[in-house]
């Protein structure tokens, strides 16, 4: 498909992303052809199936040039892998960068190519660094990117330990889901440096203020992205929670399943899964039950009456009843909370650097 053939669509497509408030990167967004970048893609129907969309269907070009995330690949199970995010959150997070032309970049997660072209649209070729474990996709993004017309420096490597050899950088930003921010790239990273990334279910933008030291705040803005490595962890050992003796708790297992303390649980119980269940009378009761559970085994089963089991080595009810009482109104607002990393640790904080805090993992 001509790139040409699409300037007017890219151009309405770049005016109204994210409401159309001034940003310097919608000229990229105009330039940038999306659709080189995601010849196809997976939608999901009303079952929950992935189906297969081209450029052949009807709903392709208006679904690329539209604010939404596309599957673009998914492993032997249909569970997804890969991704091109949701155009508007990839501006929040450009902007996020307040990175000006001539800029040196790296970027962690290359994906489909298309935010490195964006980044290399903007900044130069020449100053973005943009590599992926995965070889496979590296090599179709960096063909994708000369179709395009750049060519930024992008190759096969564990992001989680940047690229020294063309560091340092003064802007990073990652586009897949961080448990914490790698403490490489705080080795390679300039003075007065900027991070975004995804960490839980927010993205943060941190300013270095020292060697290993940065400091920043969560974006109002939610974000969900693939983690950047799949970890093999286990899932909750039901065997060992059903031994532990009944507590009693106060908190209703319907007000954590609402959502309401979702996103400072992302950042207190990193990587967290959760099921429930409903009663036997087929739901007419509502929710009777839920499992919680980290990847090293601990494990919570919490049910309507009251009653909690917890086994492993983190209680984890404990930190659901300690997030719980400090937001006893409601949701939380993302950009209230922020993140401090030092050469040793980092945590998380609510309000003030000096507010309630829990850490987060480091390698």
Not at 72 to 91: F, I, K, N, Q, Y
Not at 173 to 181: E, N, P
Not at 318 to 325: C, I, N, P
Request: with cysteine; proline share 9%.
């Amino acid at each position: 498909m001509d790139p040409d053939a699409t300037k007017a669509l890219r151009e309405e497509f770049a005016a109204t992303l994210g409401g159309g408030s001034p940003s310097p990167w919608r000229t990229a967004f105009a330039a940038v052809p999306r659709h080189v970048f995601v010849p196809e893609f997976y939608g999901q129907d009303v079952r929950g199936e992935w189906y297969r969309v081209t450029q052949a269907d009807d709903a392709y070009l208006e679904t690329v040039y539209s604010d939404t995330a596309l599957m673009t690949r998914l492993d032997a199970h249909g569970v997804p892998t890969s991704s091109s995010s949701e155009p508007g959150l990839m501006l929040t997070m450009l902007d996020a960068l307040d990175a000006e032309p001539g800029a040196t970049v790296f970027e962690l997660g290359t994906g489909t190519g298309y935010n490195a072209a964006l980044l290399a649209h903007r900044l130069g070729a020449e100053n973005v660094t943009s590599v992926d474990v995965d070889p496979d996709l590296v090599a179709l993004a960096d063909r994708r990117l000369r179709e395009s017309g750049t060519a930024p420096f992008v190759t096969t490597a564990d992001g989680a330990l940047g690229y020294p050899p063309r560091a340092p950088y003064t802007r990073f930003i990652a586009t897949a889901a961080l448990r914490s921010v790698p403490r490489a790239l705080m080795e390679q990273a300039a003075d007065d440096a900027v991070i975004v990334a995804p960490i839980g279910f927010g993205v943060i933008r941190a300013a270095v203020t020292a060697p290993g030291h940065a400091e920043g705040r969560f974006l109002a803005t939610p974000a969900l992205f693939m983690p950047v490595r799949l970890p093999p962890g286990s899932g909750p050992d039901l065997a060992a929670v059903r031994e532990r003796p009944p507590e009693s708790t106060s908190l209703p297992v319907t007000d954590v399943l609402g959502g309401r303390w979702t996103f400072p649980l992302s950042l207190a119980l990193p990587g967290y899964n959760a099921v429930a269940w409903r009663a036997d009378d087929g739901g007419a009761s509502g929710v009777s039950g839920m499992c919680l559970w980290t990847e090293d085994g601990s494990t919570v089963l919490a049910h309507a009456d009251g009653h909690v089991r917890q086994a492993g080595p983190r209680r984890l009810w404990d930190t659901v009843e300690e997030v719980a009482s400090l937001f006893p109104g409601g949701r939380p607002a993302r950009e209230d909370f922020g993140i401090t990393v030092t050469p040793t640790a980092q945590r998380f904080w609510y309000g003030t650097p000096q507010g309630a805090s829990w850490p987060l993992p480091t390698e």
